[in-house]
């Protein structure tokens, strides 16, 4: 009998959606959404990015805006550097009916096979001086990064200065294949798991 040839690269895939939001003093909105991961993961199957519907708050409501928006995604790698993560930004409209930026939200996916309750918390840039914030108000154009993948790097961030308000809650199953053989346990005894990523 020949040699068997093992696994090239482990695989993840991940299912879900993004349920919904609560941001104070935001009843219309809709969220754009990304997958980054390092150089050395492949996209097998999905979509890195997307955009939902957009929700409004009903009259009376508790202020949850609804997308229940499905998320879908495969990746291969040899190596976990670089494991993917969801990035997201939140708009709403002013009352001139302009996008602005509600809130930016970044989390790493999940390591071990599962499924999750996440609530991922959002956070926008403050302006970086008093004539920024002045100019911010006069327009009603608030601050926003330039490069929608901001959130996700590591690097420039610890001087960013940043405003918190609001939060995603986002339901993800994740399965792992032939991580062992490339020697990462991934620790998946449990069935459900409510995670809070900060």
């Known amino acids: 009998m020949g040699d068997t040839i093992g696994p090239s690269a482990f695989t ?8 919904c939001a609560q941001i104070p003093s ?84 999940p390591m071990s096979a599962g499924r999750y309750n996440l609530t ?14 002045f100019t911010s108000w006069l327009t009603g154009m608030p601050a926003e990064f330039s490069d929608p993948k901001f959130p996700s790097y590591g690097e420039g961030r610890e001087v960013t200065r940043v405003q918190s308000g609001g939060h995603v ?10 991580m062992d053989v490339f020697g990462y346990v991934d620790g998946s005894g449990r069935d459900m798991a409510t995670v809070t990523q900060m």
């Open 26 to 109: 935001c009843t219309n909105a809709y969220l754009k959404f990304q997958f980054v991961a390092g150089e050395d993961w492949q996209l097998l199957d999905g979509l890195e990015e997307g955009i939902t519907q957009a929700a409004r708050v009903p009259e009376g409501r508790d202020g949850v805006l609804v997308w229940n928006f499905p998320i879908d995604i495969t990746y291969k790698t040899t190596n976990a550097f670089g494991w993917p993560q969801l990035v997201v930004a939140v708009y709403g409209l002013d009352m001139f009916g302009r996008d602005v930026i509600k809130g930016y939200g970044c989390m790493h996916l």
């Open 120 to 133: 991922l918390r959002l956070f926008r840039p403050r302006s970086a001086s008093a004539l920024q914030s």
């Open 12 to 19: 993840i895939l991940a299912t879900g959606q993004i349920e």
């Open 169 to 178: 809650k986002v339901q993800i199953n994740l399965l792992t294949k032939d």
